[in-house]
């Protein structure tokens, strides 16, 4: 059966921040302590990380979000050019304070897949997916709590 579109929107990959000097100035603060704690435990993991998570927050916390084409098919999720089929994912849930829709797969490793839902309307994405997955509450995960507690 060839696949059908039943909905589609275009919304950025994420909710971008504008970052400060002084959030750039807090990371680098935070990974030369960091840094400083590694070299008087004599721990040269502890310096790698403060370097490596340094530069990788400083680099991402700058990357612009891309734009994004999301569609709801009848065999499917497509992010872009991905499909993410019914039959590999469990459930979803919408956060709507967060404009969010979150897909379960059954991926161990990263098993939320997160979807901004923009100006969307919830209750007519969330009856589409009722057709092909369960809804299962999720809690907001704690890295996405910490990320935007940090600025991200």
Same mark, same amino acid.
């Given at each position: 059966?060839?696949?059908?579109?039943?909905?589609?929107?275009?919304?950025?990959?994420?909710?971008?921040?504008?970052?400060?000097?002084?959030?750039?100035?807090?990371? =680098? $603060? *935070?990974? /030369?302590?960091?840094?400083? +704690?590694? @070299?008087?435990?004599?721990?040269?993991?502890?310096?790698? %990380?403060?370097?490596?998570?340094?530069?990788?927050?400083?680099?991402?916390?700058?990357?612009?979000?891309?734009? =994004? $084409? *999301?569609? /709801?098919?009848?065999?499917? +999720?497509? @992010?872009?050019?991905?499909?993410?089929?019914?039959?590999? %994912?469990?459930?979803?849930?919408?956060?709507?304070?967060?404009?969010?829709?979150?897909?379960?797969?059954?991926?161990?490793?990263?098993?939320?897949?997160?979807?901004?839902?923009?100006?969307?309307?919830?209750?007519?994405?969330?009856?589409? %997916?009722?057709?092909?997955?369960?809804?299962?509450?999720?809690?907001?995960?704690?890295?996405?709590?910490?990320?935007?507690?940090?600025?991200?």
């Amino acid at each position: 059966m060839p696949h059908k579109i039943l909905h589609q929107w275009r919304a950025l990959e994420y909710n971008h921040s504008k970052k400060s000097a002084s959030w750039s100035i807090s990371i =680098i $603060i *935070f990974a /030369i302590l960091f840094f400083i +704690i590694g @070299i008087w435990k004599y721990d040269i993991t502890i310096i790698a %990380l403060a370097i490596l998570g340094g530069f990788t927050v400083l680099r991402f916390g700058r990357k612009k979000p891309k734009n =994004i $084409i *999301f569609t /709801i098919r009848n065999d499917g +999720i497509q @992010i872009n050019n991905k499909l993410y089929e019914y039959k590999n %994912l469990q459930s979803f849930w919408i956060f709507e304070e967060h404009n969010e829709l979150v897909l379960h797969s059954q991926k161990k490793l990263i098993p939320l897949i997160h979807i901004n839902l923009n100006n969307e309307d919830k209750k007519h994405i969330k009856d589409l %997916l009722l057709k092909f997955l369960p809804i299962k509450e999720e809690n907001y995960p704690i890295y996405d709590i910490f990320a935007r507690f940090i600025g991200y």
